[in-house]
T-cell receptor, first 116, second 115 residues
Framework: GAGVSQSPSNKVTEKGKDVELRCDPI?????LYWYRQRLGQGLEFLIY????????KSGLPSDRFSAERTGESVSTLTIQRTQQEDSAVYLC??????????????FGQGTRLTVV | AQSVTQLGSHVSVSEGALVLLRCNYS??????LFWYVQYPNQGLQLLLK??????LVKGINGFEAEFKKSETSFHLTKPSAHMSDAAEYFC?????????????FGTGTQLKVEL
């Protein structure tokens, strides 16, 4: 597609339920990032995928959070047993990756998750 | 490890005044540096970027930033603020180590422009 697409755009879930957030990166982009943005706060790094390399999971806040990526396409971020503190906007970004040339990240519009 | 510090979570300027948003970075390798802007209820978009070469980079909407290696800074400026510049601004760094393509963001600076 023309840009990074995230779905759903909004999600309201009950505490304790599992949720799955989806990200479709720009075609051909090998790098994919997930960030969390709590209300009034900055971007908190969650996880980074680069091609076939092992993902950098260093930002995942707990074992309730996991993410997968199929090849160089769609990624899903799963939050199990959601808690109220998980309420935030979850942002996905992709870039062409690699070590040469400019590789700025392009962001999706985000998924606003509200845990009630 | 790399990190970004943005001094001032909120900055307020008068319309027509100089905008200066500060960013200092820490990186063990030559960095790529970025400024992103987030307008209310919108996604992040790239303002400008520094990779190599000229240390003064120009971006959209009249913004520019200067990479100063000796000061590990990448401050964002605009000579004359406009009401439409009100937004949140994020500085980011990417360090190109073996697996170190991770993009690290600062905590953001909310810019308010007053009449």
């Amino acid at each position: 597609g023309a840009g990074v697409s995230q779905s759903p755009s909004n999600k309201v879930t009950e505490k304790g339920k599992d949720v799955e957030l989806r990200c479709d990166p720009i075609s051909g982009h090998t790098a994919l990032y997930w960030y969390r943005q709590r209300l009034g706060q900055g971007l908190e790094f969650l996880i980074y995928f680069q091609g076939n390399s092992a993902p950098d999971k260093s930002g995942l806040p707990s074992d309730r959070f996991s993410a997968e990526r199929t090849g160089e396409s769609v990624s899903t971020l799963t939050i199990q047993r959601t808690q109220q503190e998980d309420s935030a906007v979850y942002l996905c970004a992709s870039s062409s990756g690699g070590t040469k040339g400019l590789t700025e990240a392009f962001f999706g519009q985000g998924t606003r998750l509200t845990v009630v | 490890a790399q990190s970004v510090t943005q001094l001032g979570s909120h900055v307020s300027v008068s319309e027509g005044a100089l905008v200066l948003l500060r960013c200092n970075y820490s990186s063990s390798v030559p960095p790529y540096l970025f400024w992103y802007v987030q307008y209310p209820n919108q996604g992040l978009q790239l303002l400008l970027k520094y990779t190599t070469g000229a240390t003064l980079v120009k971006g959209i909407n009249g913004f520019e930033a200067e990479f100063k290696k000796s000061e590990t800074s990448f401050h964002l400026t605009k000579p004359s603020a406009h009401m439409s510049d009100a937004a949140e601004y994020f500085c980011a760094v990417r360090g190109l180590t073996g697996g170190g393509n991770k993009l690290t963001f600062g905590t953001g600076t909310q810019l308010k422009v007053e009449l």
